[in-house]
């Protein structure tokens, strides 16, 4: 399967059986082979889902360039079509390391996101997230970072850029569209220091640097 300029799967098998009638067994499997896109190349993806819609679990995994991504959750899907479940495991082993730290309560609706409280270790630092909540077009979110490494993030939008060193930061959010974004946002170095220049780069003596921003 191609499509000129999307990308390309050289293979592509799915199969099994889900029930249309109250809470009949679901049983779906999809395995994808060297699928390309311009961002994306993937030597293999596989999908899982096995259960009844009032108990299930689901699996994705997904190896290649940039990601090595794997995703299980388990949850019932009710007759309003609410899935409410848990994440029970995400990781990305790939360019952007990601490991959810525990499992983490999440409830979907057609209009709504509701996330309970969730750690996560990514690029070498931490993120902690204390409310996320999406409903009625409006989104509500708080929580803090610790400990990111700053270069390692510029590299992930520009790997050319002239800057090295060990400048850790960490911070903390309370935003909310209402619809207006409204909030607050902190940011402060929390360890080493940032070199600047490519041929000759040099230090800018960082001992200290906070900023931070009310959004009314």
């Given at each position: 399967?191609?499509?000129?300029?999307?990308?390309?799967?050289?293979?592509?098998?799915?199969?099994?059986?889900?029930?249309?009638?109250?809470?009949?067994?679901?049983?779906?499997?999809?395995?994808l082979g060297g699928v390309k896109t311009p961002r994306v190349s993937l030597r293999s993806?596989?999908?899982?889902?096995?259960?009844?819609?009032?108990?299930?679990?689901?699996?994705?995994?997904?190896?290649?360039?940039?990601?090595?991504?794997?995703?299980?959750?388990?949850?019932?899907?009710?007759?309003?079509?609410?899935?409410?479940?848990?994440?029970?495991?995400?990781?990305?082993?790939?360019?952007?390391?990601?490991?959810?730290?525990?499992?983490?309560?999440?409830?979907?609706?057609?209009?709504?996101?509701?996330?309970?409280?969730?750690?996560?270790?990514?690029?070498?630092?931490?993120?902690?997230?204390?409310?996320?909540?999406?409903?009625?077009?409006?989104?509500?979110?708080?929580?803090?970072?610790?400990?990111?490494?700053?270069?390692?993030?510029?590299?992930?939008?520009?790997?050319?850029?002239?800057?090295?060193?060990?400048?850790?930061?960490?911070?903390?959010?309370?935003?909310?569209?209402?619809?207006?974004?409204?909030?607050?946002?902190?940011?402060?170095?929390?360890?080493?220091?940032?070199?600047?220049?490519?041929?000759?780069?040099?230090?800018?003596?960082?001992?200290?640097?906070?900023?931070?921003?009310?959004?009314?």
């Amino acid at each position: 399967l191609s499509s000129a300029g999307r990308g390309s799967i050289a293979a592509l098998e799915v199969g099994g059986r889900a029930g249309l009638e109250g809470d009949a067994p679901i049983s779906l499997r999809a395995t994808l082979g060297g699928v390309k896109t311009p961002r994306v190349s993937l030597r293999s993806a596989r999908m899982q889902i096995d259960g009844r819609r009032s108990r299930h679990e689901a699996s994705l995994e997904a190896v290649g360039e940039p990601i090595d991504v794997r995703l299980r959750l388990r949850g019932a899907l009710s007759q309003d079509n609410v899935w409410s479940g848990t994440v029970l495991e995400l990781t990305n082993r790939g360019e952007i390391p990601i490991e959810l730290v525990r499992p983490v309560d999440v409830k979907l609706a057609r209009a709504s996101i509701q996330v309970q409280p969730f750690e996560v270790r990514a690029v070498g630092g931490a993120l902690a997230v204390d409310a996320l909540d999406y409903g009625h077009g409006r989104l509500s979110t708080r929580g803090n970072f610790q400990a990111f490494p700053l270069v390692r993030l510029i590299e992930l939008v520009d790997r050319n850029a002239p800057l090295r060193g060990t400048l850790r930061l960490s911070g903390r959010w309370n935003l909310a569209t209402t619809p207006q974004l409204r909030g607050s946002l902190s940011v402060a170095r929390e360890s080493g220091d940032l070199l600047v220049g490519a041929a000759k780069p040099f230090d800018l003596g960082i001992s200290s640097f906070a900023a931070s921003a009310d959004i009314d």
